[in-house]
C-alpha cells in the first residue's frame, strides 16, 4: 500500500520532517511518498496562502492518484483544498486536521490545538466547528511563522510549549494538538515532557488512511464529491479542467 | 463610488446579466464595474470549480482596488474565496450569498435557497450555517446546470419555478433567495409570479457594499483578515507572492 | 425616499443625536424624520421599559406607513417591539441591533458589542443568539445608565471607552458595535482613537432600509408577520384594535 | 398559599376555564386567584396581540403581588411579558409555556406542541429553543382561532385532534403538549383518547408554583431581572413608572 | 403519595440527610421514604462509580414500585441510571440534576452548579447539555469527595462556599445549585450567606414528582423508555432479566 | 499487538461474527481476542439491558488489559459503558458507534447510521450528538430484534436492506452505518448491493485501536477518565471495588 502524503507548503525540508513523521507510525507494509507542492507559497499562514497552495496540490493529488497510491494525505493543519481534492480523486483524502481531531477524541473529552499564526487560529476554530468538536475543543496560537519551527536560532519551541503549558493549566485540555504539520516531530518530546498525550496530524492521518483502505472504503461520490463535470476552464488554469486531469 | 462586481465564472454573457441587476438597484452615484475572470471554469459547479476559480478572481479583486474601487463582490453564491480576497484586499468585499442572506432576515423568519446543482447544495449549506442562518434556511437544488439559465430552448426555468413552489409549500418558507448569480435576472418575474419576496444576491451585495463605503467601514485587519505575509511562492503561482499583488 | 427613525425612548435629546447619525449615512435622495415617542420610558433600561415602551412604539410606526414613510427603524438597541411592528407594518422595519450586527459581519468575524446597564446585557445576548451571531460575538456593559450618554459631567463615555479597550484586549474582537442608540453620535472618534472599525446600528439601519427599498423588498406576510387579525381591544389598549390603527 | 394565576387574554370565559383546570391539580391548601386582565386584546394571536396584552398583564402582576399572592402565573402559552413580569416582581412568576415543556421533559425524550394559530407556530419555536428544548420538540398548530375552542359549533377539536393523530404518527412524539390556555380542559379526555401523555401547561404552572414556593424560591435580583429603575414614563404610560406600580 | 427517594449510594448517613431535605418540603399528605441502596460504591465519584451503582439502584426501583410508590427520585446529581430506570417503571422518576436545572430554569437566565469532585464535573456538564441548559448554566467542582461533607473535620463546606462565591462573582451566575445529594441540608444557609437563591435538587425532585403525580402523569413508553423486553440475563446479572424484576 | 474485542451482549454466536469482521481487517501482526461476556442480557436492546451489561463488560475490560491486551474495543453499537471502561483501563478503549461514525466522516459528508430496534434509535441518536454528528447524521431502525439478524429464517436482513434503501432515497444520504455488532458480517455485501460505503463499526475500531497503539496513544487521565478512587464497594458489587479490579 503506497500512501501520498503531500505538503502543499512548497517548503521541500519541512516535506522531509513530514515524511519522517509519517513513516515512524506506519505499516511495515505501507510505503510513504512524502511529496512537496511545486507551486504556492513557501508556507501557509492564513486564508490567502491557503487559496493559492490549492491547484498545486490539486496537481499532486491527480498525479498521486495516476502513479497508485491508495490514499492520499494533505499535509497541512488548514486542511488546504480537501473539499476541492475529494471531489477531484478517487482514492480517499485525508486532513491532518480532521485525522487528529478524530483520534484524539477517542482518548480525551477535551483538548486544546496549539497552532502556528494568530492569523490561522479563526481558519483552525471552523474546522474545529464543521468537524463537530467545537464543544470540547479550544484553539491557540503560540504566534510563530511556520518556517521558524525549523530555525534552532528562533524561540519558536519555546513558545510553543509555553502556550501547550497554558492550555492545560487553563483550558481543562487533557490532550494537545499540535496545529501545523511542521511540529510533527516534535509529538514524543512534548508528550514525556508534558505527561499528557499528543497528537500529531500527520501520524494520525497515515493510520487513518491505512484504516479507510482496508476497510475497502473511499469518498461517497454521491453528492457534493461528485466528480467534476467537464468544462472548459480559462487562462492559466486551462490544465486544471476536468477531463485533463486525467483522473 | 465604484464598485467592482467580479464575477468568478469566465462566461462573459453571465457577467452581463449580473452587471444589469447590479445597476438596476445602485444608487444614481454609484459605477458599476461588472468583471469577468479570465482564468478558471467557465461556470462553478462545487468544490472543484470553486477552488479554481480563486486565483482568477484575487487577481480581479486586487486589480480593482488598485483602480479605485471602493468595494468589491463576489458574484457567485457559493461566496468563491471570500475569505482570501478580504485577507487581500482593504477595501469591503461581499459575497452574493451572505448579502442575500443577510436582507432576507429582515424581512421573513423563514426562508428557502434554491440553488443550481445538486452538488453546490452542501457548501451552499455550509455557507447558511457560517452565517448563523441554519434554524431559518432551508437550502434546495433545482438539478440544473449553471449555464442552462441562459439557455431559452433548456427547462432550467421550469425546474427553478417548481423548487420554488415546493419550497414554499413544503419549506415554510416566507420568502426565496436565488441561489446563483445566473438568476440575477429573474428576481422581479418571480416575485410577481408567486407573491412573495425573492431576493437576489447580486442587488443585495451591491446595497451592502455601498451601505459600508458610507459608513466608512472597511474588513477588520486584526486577526484572520490581517494582509498576508510577504513570502516566496513557487511555480506558475509565483505572481501572486503578496508583494507582487501591488495592494 | 422618507425613513422614519423611531426612537421608543421618549427623551427627545436622544432623538436628536439619532437623527444626526440617520442623516450623516443616508443618500442625499433620503429624507430622515426622526421621531420621538410620545408614550413609555424616558429611557429603555431592561425588560420592564421595554415591554411598556412598545405601544407607544406601535403608534408611531403606524403613523409613519400612513403618512408614507418607504421604510421605519427602531432606534433602540434592544430592537424593542420589533417583531410587532413588523406584523402590524406592510413597510419594512429594521431594528438597529440587528442592522449593526449584520453589517459587521461583513468586515469582522468576530466583534463585541458595548452596551450601556448590565441588566441590559442578557437581553442583547438573546438578541445576538436569535440573529445567528452567537459563536462570534460577545456582549459586555460599560454599567451606565441611558440618559448619562449625554451628560458631559457623567463619567459614561470613559467607562465605555475602557469598556471598548477590555474588548479589544481580551475578546479577540475585530470591530466594536455601539450597543445604544444614544451612542451614534461617537462611532466616528471611537474608530479613530481605536483603530479599528466601529459600527453604530443606526446608520447601519437606515443603510439597509435604503437597501431593501430599493431592491422593492418588505416583510414577508405569510407566517407570524402575518397582518394581525382584527378583534376587540380592551380598556386603556382600545385603540390598538388593529383596524383602529388604521395601517 | 394564594396563586394568581392571569389570562392576559381579556376574555372572562377563557380565564373560567384556566381556573377551574389550575384548582383541579392544586394542593388543598392553595387558593388559586383566577384573573382576567382588564386591557388588551380579547385573544392573543401572535406578535402584535402579544406585545399589547403586556401592560394589562403587568398591571395585575403587580396587583396580584400587592394584595399577596405567593406567585404568579401568565396563563397564555407564548408566555406573555413573562421578562417584564419577573423583572417588576418579587414573587416567582412562571409561564403555562415554560411549565409545560420543563414537566413534559421528565416523562418524554421526544414531544410535540400542538397550538393554535399558524401565525403562533414560530413564536412558540422560539420559546422551545430559548427553553433548551429544541432538539426534542416540533410545534404544529392545528390553525384554530384561539377563542374557536369555547365554541362548540366550530370544528377546533376535531383540528387538535386530527393535529395530535399526526404528531404521534409522524413527529416521533412520545407526549403531546397543549399550545394555548384555553385548552386547558381537554388534557384528560385527550390523553384518554390516544393512549399518551397530554400536558396542560396551567396545570403545570401550578405545580411549578407551589414547588418554587414550598423551596422559598423566588426569581433572582441580579441581572437582567433587577428591580427596574425608576424614570419618568410618559403619555398614557404615565401609571407604569416603577415607583407608580408599588411593588 | 409514597415518593420513594432512592440514594444509589450505599451510604445510610447520607441518606438521613436526603430524606430530611425531601421531607422539610414535602406537602403534608406526602410519605417520603428514603431509601439507602445495598449494592454499588459507598459513594459515587464519576463514570466508573455511577456504572456500578445502577444495579443496586433499579433493584430499589422495583421494590419501590410494587410496594405502591407513586413515583421514585435518583439522589445523585448525575442522574445515575435514569434512562434505564425510566425504562423499567411505569412510576415516574425524577433525577436531582434535571430537577434542580429545571426549579432554577424558572427564577434565573444563568447559574452555576458547584458539584463536588473534579471528575465529576465533565458528567455533570453532559447532563447540562442534554437539559438544554448549557447556555446558561457553568459547573464548577469544589474538588471535595462526597462523604468529605460529612466529615466536621474537613475543610469541604468552606472549599463549597469559596467556589460559590468565585462562581458569583466570574460566572455571572444569578443563582447557584448543589450538585451532590450530600449538599441537600446546606441550601437554607448557604441561601442567606449568599443572598441568592439555592437550589437543592433532592428538594426540587420531591416537588416534582408531586407535580407529575398530581396532574396523573407519568413517563411515555413509546419509545427508549418502553418496557424491557424479556430475554436470558446470564450470570451473577440473572436476577435482572425483565420478567424476574416484577414490575 | 492483541486488541481485545468484548461483546457485551452474552450471545457467543454473535461473537463468532464480531471476531471474524475484526480479523477481515487486522494488521497481519495483530491478534483479536474475540470475548463474549458472561454476565449481563443475551442481547442488548434498550437502556435497560445497556445499563446492566455494564458491570459484565467492565470485568472483561480489566481481564483484557491484565492479560496484556493493548487496547480493548466495546462492541455493541451504543458504546456500552465506554466511558466507565475508560476511567477504568489504561489502555485505549473504543467504541464500535464512534469508530464507525468517525471513519465515515472521513469519507462522506451525509450519512444514516441503520439499527436495529426502535428503542434503540434515540440512545443511538443521543450518541450521534455527543460524537458532534448531529448536523450530517441521520438515525433509522429497522424494527428488528438484535438476535433476530442470526435466524435465517427471520425477515431481519430485508428489513435492513429496505431501510437502507430508504436512507439513501431520503436521507441524503451518501453512506450508510451499520448500527449493530450484529451486522458485521454484512458491510460487503449491502456495499455492492447498493453502490456506495457501508461502514461497519467493528472493523472500524479494530483499525482505529491499531492507530492508537502505532501512535503510542492511551486515554488522557486528567479529568473524568482518571482513575477510579478506592473505596467500600456493598453487596453483590463489592467485587468492583476499583482496588479489587486489578488495574
Redesign the interface.
Known sequence: MRIAVINPN?TASMTATIGDAARR?A?PSTVIDAIT???????I????????A???L?VEIARAEKQGAAAAIIACFDDT?L??A???ASI?V?GIC??AL??T???????SVVTT???????VE?LV???????RCTVRAADI?VLSLEDPQSNARDRLRSEIAAALKDD?A??IVLGCAGMADLA?DL?REFS??V??GV??AV??A???V?????????????R??D???????EA???SAMGV
Open positions: 512548497t507510525v505499516n507542492s511545486s507551486m504556492g507559497p513557501a508556507s499562514e492564513g486564508y490567502y496562502d491557503e487559496a493559492l490549492v491547484p498545486g490539486l483544498g473539499d476541492a475529494r471531489a477531484l480517499p485525508i480532521e485525522a478524530a483520534a477524541s477517542f482518548i480525551a473529552q477535551r483538548f499564526m494568530e492569523r490561522s487560529r479563526l481558519p471552523h466547528r464543521r468537524y463537530g468538536m467545537a464543544g511563522p481543562r487533557e490532550a514524543l508528550r499528557v498525550p497528537v500529531d501520524a494520525a493510520k487513518q491505512e484504516a479507510l482496508a476497510m475497502g472504503l473511499s469518498t461517497a461520490k454521491r453528492s457534493a464529491y461528485a467534476p463535470v468544462k472548459r476552464y480559462d487562462g492559466a488554469m486544471f479542467a476536468p
